[in-house]
């Protein structure tokens, strides 16, 4: 791969080669962070048969990336609270970019590219104001700022873009922060988590919980085909809280999940990644604190299974089913095809990334 890396970004240089794909990078269907045993840390790209198909270094902790909806390009983005989020071109193997937080701000981990891939958008705290900031950054001029709107809350964690549009779904969490705290929350009695949707910088609609629920902090977010949201809560009480998971649609109001008390209680009150199965019928929501993966009708929100997975945090669709990954280093497809691929040597971080 590193010749044919090299060959392709010497022609693109020349301008005889065709604009580089996903293909060029060695075609992977999922990216996702990982830690090293050597305390070194990595972004991945994975196949479609649980192998590695690149590994780039990242130069410290890494959340989650944006992949780039046209061109083999992804954007890194440093756990919270980080300052960093490095642009790395997946077919050269190489960084094309570094994007730093403005002054008072930080990253939450997230991002997303508009349709056209032309700008993306970063969830950003800023601390002093204690509000909740969406930077824009133009893809197509090295990525530079140029922009920026509130995001319709606190805590902006997740973001996401409704499908066929340039609509952006906001996961804000609630939570106040500040890096002289380190990361000690601070408004907990008062936090009010929502789901914020935006047009054009501006917020057209706002959901927020009931005010006994203000305890869940909205978090994760995936979005169906059709523009259902399916969003994970970590709860803030003392207790495991009533429910996880929730559901919404624009217009509508907000679904919770039914979820048994002993399911509850074994996810120790904490979603770590959510995700719609291939089939848009299930949503998946995973803890690594309870090492579960629980599965949901996306119909009636009703609770179906769970699987014991130790670690299990990032989660995404594949074809018969869904992907977890594990810090074990673990890969597991679970549904109508099964199957399981250990990388002993990487430390699976959060997310997945499905392209």
Known sequence: MTGRRGFLAGMLATGLAPAASWADAGAPRWLSAAGLPDGGFVLCGIGAAMDLR????????????????????????????????????????????????????????????????????????????????????????????????DSGGTGPHDIRRLPGSDTLVVANGGIETHPDAGRAKLNIPVMRPNLSYLEEGAVTETVSLAPDLHKGSIRHLAVSHGGDVAFGLQWQGGEDGPALLGLHRRGEAVRLAETPEGALRAMQGYVGSVAFAAGQREIAITSPRGGQVQIYDMRTAGFLRSEAVADACGVAPCPGGLIIASGTGDLRRIGRMPDRAAHPGLMWDNHLVAL
């Open 54 to 149: 690149f590994r780039i270094a990242l130069p410290a902790r890494g959340h989650a990336a944006a992949a780039h909806p046209e061109r083999p390009e992804a954007v890194a983005f440093a756990r919270r609270p980080g300052t960093f989020a490095i642009v790395i071109d997946c077919a050269a193997g190489r960084r094309k970019a570094e994007l730093a937080a403005p002054e008072g701000r930080h990253f939450y981990g997230h991002g997303a590219f508009s349709l056209d891939g032309r700008w993306l958008y970063t969830t950003e705290n800023d601390y002093e104001a204690a509000r909740g900031v969406i930077g824009v950054w133009d893809a197509d001029r090295g990525y530079a700022r140029v922009a920026e709107f």
